[in-house]
């Protein structure tokens, strides 16, 4: 993988979804395309506005959606200081960008491979389904609690098989549980691959399943940063790099001891299923 | 621009810096993170994140916060231990153009002396700085460099084990007087001074009414503490005759100037790193631009050149 760079971007264009009438809360962020040599889906950047030093010291973490030869696209929410911030960028605004960082998703080309996307977890399976070498293996299940225009759906929709879920109830929640947990039991039979992004509660119930059924998962985790090139330290979740894909039965993945603290930003965000903490 | 080379005397040994942008332990991993951003034989020195004789697996998350101008840590001290630092760290490192430092963290002055024993016995090392006012890790750190018998007992004992290196105390901000800290390490046998390390505090969610940092505890660095930096090192650098090295929420070339106008001898740049990975870089190849800027011919006119 190539080394990452820091750069100055300028905003091409931001772009609402939803028409909710309010303040949008879903944007795509288009930015002038970094001199990135190569990137592998499901790593990120960090993005960091100018002239704000004082207020928010760090920069912030969003997965790659899509980059092509003429622009990096991130799609993000506006949830809190920065990102809100970020939803007022205007055509020709620059910023600081720092990337590609992390690790890839994993690709294989002839596996059944099933991606599962909570909310704006969706992000990174834009640029996985459109780079992906043989996108007929792959299927997605895309839980969300906003209508469906918010997300960056369709351009997904038209690269794989994808199926979106609205979860208004907690019906709808039990209900998107279960297909999840019987397309990961189809994917464990037909020694396929799970990849899961979405929040770390979502994240947890794949994880469950995995163990459970014994398929082979991906978790993309969205842990708070400070650098992201790993430094700080602030970012680390316990992995077992030895654990085995498979534990004895009704048994802790892991023993203590066995865990080392990783940073997520330079040995994740992706990381196995049956080797991280949640 | 001329060489801006940078010599820190004190008690008998001297450490040479490229000059005077340092960078500061714990904000720059061992270096290696950061050279695809720089040239980090372009740094005054590198100072490594503190490192211990054995490794440590640090606090539990979460261990970071962003604060007004600033950022709350409890890392706790994770690092890789002595012998991962020398067999896959500094080999990497190209510590024949920058001095590279090793901040040492340990829990007793026995435990100190041999840690620096091995850094003295290792190749590839400038100098040394010892940790003792981290105030996350309640067995040691901060109660060393809370009390002026106890820092000089630590000093000591670094400088008789590390032969002839030059040893770098850093001092804590969170006592009652700094000066008298700073006096006890001269006269134990400092080669010079670090000032500050980060100023305690704490920071709550009151949506969740949780702390935000499972330590509850931590320390509170960047620009939010340049101004009580300062102080410090305008303190020290008038109580002692060793030089200082001044620390704390360092982010433009200014602010280094800033530091050696109160007095310091070169700077460390720490949270500025966090924010932009190029910052330390940006910062030393800009000095002497800013210099020029304000008139400056050089860093020995403008040290503790303060007019009062
Ligand atoms: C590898 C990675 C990829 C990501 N990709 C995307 C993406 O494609 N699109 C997107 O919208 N967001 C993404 N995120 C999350 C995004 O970084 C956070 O939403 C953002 O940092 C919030 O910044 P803020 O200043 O607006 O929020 P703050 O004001 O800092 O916090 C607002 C709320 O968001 C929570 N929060 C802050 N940072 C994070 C975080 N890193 N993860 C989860 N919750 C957080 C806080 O706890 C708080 O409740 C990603 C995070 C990671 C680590
Ligand atoms: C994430 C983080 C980790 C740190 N780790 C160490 C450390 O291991 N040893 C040490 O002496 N100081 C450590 N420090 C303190 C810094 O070296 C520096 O003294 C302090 O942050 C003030 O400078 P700044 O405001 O420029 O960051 C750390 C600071 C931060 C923010
Ligand atoms: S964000 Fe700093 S180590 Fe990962």
């Given at each position: 993988m190539s080394y990452p760079i820091l750069s100055k971007e300028t905003v091409l264009d931001l772009v609402p979804f939803g028409n909710s009438g309010q303040e949008a809360e879903f944007l795509a962020l288009r930015l002038s395309p970094p001199a990135w040599k190569e990137?592998?889906?499901?790593?990120?950047?960090?993005?960091?506005?100018?002239?704000?030093?004082?207020?928010?010291?760090?920069?912030?973490?969003?997965?790659?959606?899509?980059?092509?030869?003429?622009?990096?696209?991130?799609?993000?929410?506006?949830?809190?200081?920065?990102?809100k911030e970020m939803a007022k960028l205007r055509p020709g605004d620059v910023i600081d960008v720092w990337g590609p960082l992390g690790n890839s998703l994993r690709v294989e080309k002839d596996t059944p491979t099933l991606l599962l996307a909570g909310g704006i977890g969706i992000a990174p399976f834009v640029e996985y389904a459109h780079t992906h070498p043989a996108p007929w293996n792959?299927?997605?299940?895309?839980?969300?609690?906003?209508?469906?225009?918010?997300?960056?759906?369709?351009?997904?929709?038209?690269?794989?098989d994808a199926a979106p879920h609205r979860e208004n109830t907690v019906e709808d929640r039990d209900r998107f549980i279960a297909l999840m947990e019987k397309r990961m039991q189809e994917h464990a039979k037909a020694k396929g691959l799970v990849l899961a992004c979405g929040p770390t509660p979502f994240l947890r119930t794949v994880q469950t399943f995995a163990l459970k059924h014994k398929v082979r998962t991906?978790?993309?985790?969205?842990?708070?940063?400070?650098?992201?090139?790993?430094?700080?330290?602030?970012?680390?979740?316990?992995?077992?790099?030895?654990?085995?894909?498979?534990?004895?039965?009704?048994?802790?993945?892991?023993?203590?001891?066995?865990?080392?603290?990783?940073?997520?930003c330079t040995c994740g965000p992706n990381f196995w299923a049956h080797q991280v903490k949640l | 621009?001329?060489?801006?080379?940078?010599?820190?005397?004190?008690?008998?040994?001297?450490?040479?810096?490229?000059?005077?942008?340092?960078?500061?332990?714990?904000?720059?991993?061992?270096?290696?993170?950061?050279?695809?951003?720089?040239?980090?034989?372009?740094?005054?020195?590198?100072?490594?994140?503190?490192?211990?004789?054995?490794?440590?697996?640090?606090?539990?998350?979460?261990?970071?916060?962003?604060?007004?101008?600033?950022?709350?840590?409890?890392?706790?001290?994770?690092?890789?231990?002595?012998?991962?630092?020398?067999?896959?760290?500094?080999?990497?490192?190209?510590?024949?153009?920058?001095?590279?430092?090793?901040?040492?963290?340990?829990?007793?002055?026995?435990?100190?002396?041999?840690?620096a024993g091995k850094l003295a016995a290792t190749e590839g090392i400038a100098a040394l700085e010892v940790n003792i006012s981290c105030p996350n890790v309640k067995e040691g750190g901060s109660s060393f460099g809370q009390s002026a018998t106890m820092a000089a007992k630590v000093t000591e004992a670094v400088v008789n084990a590390s032969g002839t290196l030059p040893v770098l105390v850093k001092l804590s901000p969170n006592v009652t007087s700094i000066t008298e800290i700073a006096k006890a390490c001269e006269g134990a046998g400092a080669t010079a001074l670090s000032c500050i390390n980060t100023v305690t505090g704490m920071g709550v969610d009151l949506q969740s009414k949780r702390p935000l940092l499972a330590n509850v505890i931590g320390g509170l660095s960047g620009p939010?503490?340049?101004?009580?930096?300062?102080?410090?090192?305008?303190?020290v650098t008038r109580a002692v005759s060793i030089p200082v090295i001044g620390i704390g929420g360092i982010s433009t070339p200014e602010d280094v100037l800033e530091f050696i106008l109160v007095g310091a001898s070169a700077v460390q740049v720490g949270t500025a790193n966090i924010a932009l990975p190029d910052a330390a870089f940006r910062i030393a190849e800009a000095l002497p631009h800013t210099m020029h800027k304000y008139g400056i011919s050089s860093l020995d006119e403008l040290r503790g050149g303060l007019k009062i």
């Open positions: 990137i592998a889906p499901g790593q990120f950047v960090m993005l960091r506005l100018s002239g704000n030093h004082g207020n928010h010291i760090w920069g912030r973490p969003f997965s790659i959606c899509r980059v092509t030869p003429r622009d990096l696209v991130i799609f993000f929410q506006a949830r809190g200081r920065v990102t792959l299927s997605m299940e895309f839980g969300h609690r906003l209508p469906l225009d918010c997300y960056p759906f369709d351009s997904l929709n038209e690269k794989i991906q978790l993309a985790l969205e842990t708070r940063m400070g650098c992201g090139v790993g430094a700080c330290l602030g970012c680390v979740v316990q992995v077992a790099l030895k654990a085995s894909l498979i534990p004895p039965a009704d048994s802790p993945v892991c023993k203590g001891e066995e865990y080392h603290n990783l940073q997520t | 621009m001329g060489k801006q080379r940078i010599t820190l005397s004190g008690n008998g040994r001297t450490l040479v810096l490229n000059n005077p942008v340092l960078t500061a332990s714990g904000t720059f991993g061992y270096g290696l993170e950061y050279t695809p951003f720089g040239n980090l034989a372009s740094l005054g020195g590198i100072v490594a994140k503190g490192l211990s004789l054995l490794p440590r697996q640090g606090n539990p998350m979460p261990r970071i916060a962003e604060t007004p101008s600033g950022m709350l840590n409890a890392v706790g001290l994770q690092n890789c231990g002595f012998d991962e630092f020398v067999k896959r760290k500094l080999p990497k490192l190209p510590h024949k153009d920058v001095p590279v430092i090793v901040n040492l963290y340990a829990t007793s002055p026995a435990e100190f002396a041999e840690l939010a503490i340049k101004p009580i930096a300062l102080r410090c090192v305008w303190e």
